[in-house]
Structure formats: C-alpha cells, structure tokens
C-alpha cells in the first residue's frame, strides 16, 4: 500500500524568506501523480502544484515550485518570498496512474511571521 | 462558476442519533470523493464514485457510514447511531474526470460534533 509521511509537523519562516517542506512517499509503481494542497483556516483545500513522475522536470507554480527526487521518493515544496497568506496548513498527496483516491499525508503547519 | 458545496457547515447531533452530510459537486465533475479530517490529523479516505457507482469505499470506517449518489450529481454520506469519535470535519470533493491528472476540488466541510 502507498503511503505518504510528512516528518515537520510544524514550521514558520519570516515574511519574503524562504521555506522547503519535506514530503516522502512509498510506492512500488513507476508511474504516479504527486500533488501539493493548501488549507488555511477556512478549511477549504486548494490545490498549490502538481508533479506526473515521469516528467524529469520540476513543477514550478510563481512562487511555488518542488523537488522532486523520483530514486529517493521525495517531494519537497519550496516557498519563495514566503507571504503572511501563506500561513496553512500543507497537505502532500499521492494518486497512482490509476486515478481514483489521493492518499495524503498528515500535513505540515506553515506560520509566516511578519 | 460554483464550487463544491457542502451542507450544513456545520452539525452538532447527540450520540445515537443519525446524520447526513450533503455534497453538491462542480456541475459536470463525474467523480466525487468523501474524506474525513479529524481534529489536527490528515485526510483519510472514506469513499469516491464515478458516476453513481462507488468504485472504492475501502475506507468508510464501519457499517454505520454509508454514502450514495443520484443522478451523477448529489451525494450523500449517512452516519448511523452516531459516536463521540465520529466527530471530525468531512470533506467532499470532485473532479471532471476519474482519471489521474484530474485535480479534485474541494468544498468547505461539514464539522461534525457528537455530544
């Protein structure tokens, strides 16, 4: 079964710094889909940037973009010029390239401090 | 456009009594998806449709909850004889299609608190 751990319950950063969150997933498939969600207080996910696994490429979403380490299973994302709307909490997901359900991992919770 | 809507926002109920929680989709999204977020916790997967079929409820934690969709449109999830540990936010979402690359949108939730 795939799984998705996020290690950095909780992170801050100061406004126009910069942060990485970490992500690492399991799977035995070589193909596969990794996603980025933002929740703020609203509750309402939104989604940030996503990543397909055979694309050699990092996804780049403006001051968005990830690290993607197909051999190490990680999926960092990286938050340039960090804003104070960017407080949330950070959700990594995992959907095999089969669609159907994304498998999330237990969130990471961003603080930007002016 | 709309969004995904859920309702109510939120829901207080008694332990033992029933529940039901709306899902509205983005019109012409085909897939729905069902997770319950419990307090400080990730998301954990209840069930997702295509269609009004339901093609993976692996994760709908006992047979109190039960969930279905009509008319490749609304959804509803029930929770039966509720539980103290029922209590959490449930999120809907959808997507245009089942396939992979097909992000899901989400709607607000529903806060669910069984006293």
């Known amino acids: 079964a795939q799984t998705v751990t996020q290690s950095q319950p909780e992170m801050s950063v100061q406004e126009a710094e910069t942060v990485t969150l970490s992500c690492t997933y399991d799977?035995?498939?070589?193909?596969?889909?990794l996603f980025w969600y933002k929740q703020p207080p609203s509750r309402q996910m939104i989604l940030v940037i996503r990543?397909?696994?055979?694309?050699?490429q990092n996804a780049t979403e403006n001051r968005f973009s990830v690290n993607f380490q197909k051999a190490a299973k990680s999926f960092s994302l990286k938050i340039s010029d960090s804003q104070l709307g960017d407080t949330a909490m950070y959700f990594c997901?995992?959907?095999?390239?089969?669609?159907?359900?994304?498998?999330f991992g237990q969130g990471t919770e961003l603080s930007v401090k002016p | 456009g709309a969004g995904v809507s859920q309702s109510p926002s939120n829901k207080v109920t008694e332990k033992g009594k029933d529940v039901e929680l709306r899902c509205d989709p983005i019109?012409?999204?085909?897939?729905l998806y069902w997770y319950r977020q419990s307090l400080g916790q990730g998301l954990e997967f209840l069930i997702y449709?295509?269609?009004?079929?339901?093609?993976?409820k692996s994760g709908l934690p006992s047979d109190r909850f039960s969930a279905e969709r009509t008319g490749g449109s609304v959804s509803t999830l029930t929770i039966q004889r509720t539980q103290q540990e029922d209590s959490a936010v449930y999120l809907c979402?959808?997507?245009?299609?089942?396939?992979?690359?097909?992000?899901?949108?989400f709607g607000n939730g529903t806060r669910l608190t069984v006293t």
């Open positions: 979402a959808s997507s245009l299609r089942e396939g992979p690359n097909s992000p899901l949108h």
């Open positions: 799977t035995s498939e070589s193909n596969y889909y």
């Open positions: 990543q397909e696994a055979y694309k050699q």
């Open positions: 997901a995992f959907r095999d390239n089969q669609g159907g359900k994304l498998i």
């Open positions: 019109s012409g999204h085909t897939a």
């Open positions: 449709f295509q269609g009004n079929s339901a093609p993976d």
